[in-house]
C-alpha cells in the first residue's frame, strides 16, 4: 500500500514541477530581454484533448459496463 501512495505521490510531484517549469518558460516575467527561447517540455494542449478524450471514453466504458 505504501508503494501505491508513492507511486501516486510521486506522479503528481511530476506533474506538477513539469507545470511549474514550463509556466515559467512562457511567463511574460521569464520572458525578457534576457531569456532564452526556450520550448516547453509538454505540449499542454494535446495533453488536455487526451486527457478529455480518454475521461469520455472511460466514462462510456462505465456506462456500458454498469449497464450489464
Request: hydrophobic share 45%; charged share 15%.
Amino acid at each position: 500500500m505504501q508503494t501505491f501512495v508513492g507511486m501516486i505521490l510521486g506522479a503528481l510531484l511530476l506533474v506538477g514541477s513539469v507545470y511549474v517549469y514550463d509556466s515559467m518558460q512562457t511567463s511574460s516575467v521569464a520572458s525578457g530581454q534576457v531569456a532564452q527561447a526556450n520550448r516547453t517540455i509538454v505540449n499542454w494542449d494535446v495533453a488536455a484533448a487526451d486527457w478529455k478524450t480518454l475521461k469520455t471514453r472511460t466514462h462510456e466504458e462505465w456506462v456500458k459496463i454498469s449497464s450489464k
